[in-house]
């Protein structure tokens, strides 16, 4: 409650909703991650994967804290200088990089990931007409691994792409691998199952030979911590950052006894999903012929924009005196009937009461869209600190695209 009255002071009107950035819990995420990586290998890495949320209050964050940058678009490379990243700690990745954009992360000598020949025959006509330049390169792998049928990302290992792509870079003066790279989102995301994708890397890194190799780095894709009503609607155990850190160190260790390339991984979603909270209020509840309805002033666009079926976990914050519902839906501000954000809510609920959703800090803010009404504000919390660190978007902000 306090922490409601010291935000709607800030904000000028009084029914905007607002997102709350955690920074508490940024910090933790990443000190957690990062010990349980290093726990049985010492050389680790965390490149925070830019487009879950490229929030840069956030990123800067994960930056001071250590971390580098993991990037899918030259937006997303900008964002990264802007931040004040070293172009040297920038990871570009991404399945259709615009070559101009791939030459100006070169040439800033951050680390490509090559995706495909078409893309490494571009980079490599360029290596030979600039020999001045250093290329860092890594490779993508794409292989099969037992708990997905298929990914379409990367150089296939099966299929020799790999390995011709890996020779051909072995031959070329001014560039070198320092990397291996893969990426997976499996249905289970489980412990398992990174310990499959680490094994495969280090055995493609010992076959090839790679003299100048500094890193193998298993991507994103791991579970976040999440609050209970959200975990019982997976059927998988959830795993915690510290059975995924262990395990992928654990391996590390095995496979270099003697230290060896760093370890990276690229969590987006685990390290900034349980950063952020939405809140919202009751605006009216409406008794309809069927059954009572109640409507807020947030949507499912600012809470699930990918729009996937799992009910976000949430609080209700009673301010008012209200009614008991027995199963009834919350429904958002927009035109669309299928705009709920609660499909069944039973309990006490009243105009004015709010709805605090939890674990919306990924995939999120990056992808709600200017449908009907503009983006809502987020204030950062840091003890007693309350910072405005995005502003409310504004009818002239979207419209200035516009000519
Ligand atoms: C290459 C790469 N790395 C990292 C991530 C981050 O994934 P997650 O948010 O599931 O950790 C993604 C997401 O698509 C990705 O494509």
């Known amino acids: 409650m306090d922490l409601i009255n010291k935000i709607e002071a800030q904000i000028n009107e009084a029914d905007c909703p607002f997102y709350v950035l955690d920074m508490a819990q940024v910090k933790a995420n990443y000190n957690r991650f990062y010990s349980a990586l ?26 001071k804290l250590g971390a580098w940058a993991e990037v899918v678009s030259m937006m ?21 990089k615009k070559f101009r954009e791939i030459e100006m992360a070169l040439r800033n000598q951050s680390v490509v990931h090559i995706d495909h020949l078409k893309e490494w025959e571009w980079i490599k006509t360029f290596a030979v007409n600039n020999p001045e330049v250093l290329l860092r390169l890594a490779l993508r792998l794409n292989f099969k691994l037992s708990d997905q049928n298929a990914s379409r990302f ?3 290992l099966e299929n020799g792409d790999l390995n011709t792509v890996a020779n051909e870079i072995s031959a070329i003066k001014n560039a070198t691998v320092v990397g291996l790279h893969c990426h997976f989102t499996t249905k289970d995301r489980s412990v398992k199952s990174y310990r499959e994708r680490v094994k495969k890397l280090i055995v493609v890194a010992k076959n ?3 003299s100048n190799l500094e890193y193998v780095d298993v991507g994103g894709g791991f579970f976040s911590e999440m609050p209970e009503m959200l975990e ?21 260790k095995m496979g270099f006894p003697n230290g060896g390339p760093l370890l990276v991984v690229e969590p987006g979603a685990a390290l900034s999903a349980n950063t952020m909270q939405f809140y919202c209020k009751i605006w009216e509840i409406k008794n309809l012929h069927h059954a009572p309805v109640a409507i ?4 499912k666009y600012n809470i699930k924009p990918t729009l996937h079926n799992l009910q976000m976990p949430y609080k209700v914050v009673h301010l008012n005196e209200g009614q008991s519902f027995y199963k009834i839906a919350v429904a958002g501000y927009t035109c669309k009937e299928d705009d709920v954000l609660i499909y069944e809510y039973s309990g006490p609920l009243a105009e004015g009461d709010y709805l605090v959703f939890q674990n919306i800090g990924a995939y999120s803010l990056v992808l709600k869209p200017p449908f009907i009404e503009a983006d809502f504000p987020v204030f950062a919390v840091e003890e007693e600190n309350i910072t405005l660190v995005k502003r409310r978007q504004t009818f002239e902000d979207v419209l200035s695209t516009y000519l």
């Open 76 to 96: 997303e490379y900008q964002i990264a200088l802007k931040n004040g990243v070293n172009p040297t700690e920038i990871l570009y990745n991404g399945p259709a």
């Open 232 to 252: 019982n609607q997976f059927s998988a155990d959830i795993p915690t950052l510290e059975e995924y850190g262990t395990a992928l160190s654990e391996e590390m």
């Open 208 to 210: 090839l030979k790679i």
């Open 38 to 63: 290093t726990s049985h290998y010492k050389q680790a890495k965390i490149a925070y994967s830019y487009k879950t949320n490229y929030m840069p209050h956030l990123c800067e964050t994960y930056h």
């Open 154 to 156: 990367g150089l296939s």
């Open 296 to 299: 807020c002033t947030g949507s």
